[in-house]
């Protein structure tokens, strides 16, 4: 890989709270994010870039409210070809569950789980409103 040296003001460590390393990898993961996210790079070049794996970029985009499906620059309704290329890529994810970490899953069942209790509640209280 080729280095690429950029210049920050010193404030900027103190003011992030990081140090030069960690600021790197940040920017490394927030330029590889954005890069696939507007098109400009394939999902195996970012996670190339980054290092993390398939999964962990997929989750880091989440976070990053950027969405792991590609975006056609023409505006156009995708062939069949196209589609079932984008579903064999996407696919790759399908069962990576259980290679997520114990906590990890426990939080991410949590979180569905606190989700629907929500919408429940939410419901209810509609329901209960109207009636």
Known sequence: MTTVKIELPDTIFSNL?????????????????????????????????????????VRTLSRLHMSPFKKTTQKKVLSKIEREHHAKEMMKFAGSWSDMPDDEFEDFMQDIENRRKSVYTQVHNYETFND
């Open 17 to 57: 709270h990081q140090t030069a390393k960690a600021l790197s990898k940040d920017i490394q993961l927030f330029a590889a994010a954005t890069w696939y996210n507007t098109g400009k790079i394939s999902l195996p070049e970012a996670v190339e870039i980054t290092g993390l794996t398939y999964q962990e970029f």
